[in-house]
């Protein structure tokens, strides 16, 4: 089961602060009295350009990969690489808005972020989310009516939910992997500047 994936539509919302194993320019943990375990971790590091992203995921995958498995969790990365399989377990604490083991999180720090959406980024990913639509739509699967450029920009980049394709294959109880097979996700990668 997939615990936590990389952004592909939802890179302003869950990955829109440096990772002390990538950037090693982090205080001790450890500090005077021990880690502090009732924090959630804070360190991230955030990429400029998408390269550069890439770069510090897979450092920090690896990583957390390394200690989940150290800790008994049969932990990989999916075939798209993008995120972890199987990188918590119901009895051990799980870190707060990721999803991974919380002591791993701990160790390793949180996945970096993604560089930030430009305007055109959005409108692009407006534009690729239009075509994932209709890609659905041509393929039988549900779809609701997107909402228009200027409110899924304004949705997408708050806290509010922003209108997804795949929401409908989600919430019918469609079979979302072929969904996505036949239709992949919008990519910032692919209007990123």
Do not use: H, K
Request: negative net charge; proline residues 12%; hydrophobic residues 35%.
């Amino acid at each position: 089961m997939r615990l936590w994936r990389t952004p592909r539509t939802t890179v302003a919302v869950a990955l829109a602060t440096g990772l002390s194993l990538v950037a090693g320019c982090a205080a001790d943990p450890d500090g005077p009295d021990g880690p502090d375990r009732s924090a959630p971790p804070t360190s991230q590091a955030t990429a400029t350009t998408y390269e550069q992203y890439d770069g510090l995921f897979a450092e920090w995958q690896d990583a957390f990969i390394e200690c989940a498995r150290s800790e008994g969790l049969p932990a990989s990365a999916p075939v798209d690489g993008r995120g972890i399989d199987n990188g918590s377990s119901p009895d051990r604490p799980v870190a707060e808005g990721v999803g991974l083991d919380r002591e791993c999180i701990e160790r390793v720090g949180l996945p970096p972020r993604a560089p930030s959406l430009t305007p055109e980024t959005l409108s692009g990913l407006y534009d690729l989310s239009l075509e994932q639509a209709e890609c659905l739509r041509r393929a039988g699967y549900p779809v609701t009516p997107a909402p228009s450029r200027e409110v899924w920009i304004e949705t997408y980049t708050s806290d509010e939910p922003a209108w997804l394709p795949m929401q409908a294959v989600y919430d019918s109880g469609g079979d979302a992997a072929a969904a996505v097979a036949a239709c992949p996700d919008p990519d910032p990668r692919d209007v990123a500047p």
